[in-house]
């Protein structure tokens, strides 16, 4: 377990993981209407886990909550601004940004209490 442990220091302590989460979010979000699934009425949900993991992968890189809020709230925009811009047959949906924000704001406690309760018990370090 211990060695669990490590590795997993060592994974969240580089950001490369938040960059790919960023890019998958982007990837996904620029497919078009008709590839996505029918929305089965957890799509707010999705949006809300999905930036609630961005916000905790970027808080464990850059433990800097404002920032890490701030740029999530700002890229969940911008990505809604995105689908409409795009040919894609998507829409900007304001709810969906919402969903978004509330993910990366709900997040960054979570993300703290796991890095304190599982990283940093009995170390003197402040970040993974």
């Given at each position: ?5 490590k590795n ?121």
């Amino acid at each position: 377990m211990t060695l669990i442990i490590k590795n997993l220091k060592n994974t969240f302590s580089k950001p490369h993981l938040a960059i790919v989460w960023t890019l998958v979010i982007l990837g996904l979000c620029s497919l078009p209407s008709k590839q996505m699934p029918k929305d089965l009425g957890w799509d707010k949900l999705h949006h809300f886990g999905s930036f609630g993991i961005l916000g905790a992968l970027w808080y464990w890189a850059k433990p800097q909550p404002i920032w890490v809020i701030v740029g999530g709230i700002a890229y969940g925009f911008f990505i809604e601004v995105w689908q409409h811009l795009l040919p894609i047959g998507r829409t900007f949906d304001l709810y969906d940004a919402l969903a978004d924000a509330l993910g990366v704001i709900v997040a960054i406690p979570i993300a703290e209490w796991f890095q304190k309760t599982f990283f940093l018990a009995g170390d003197s370090r402040r970040s993974l």
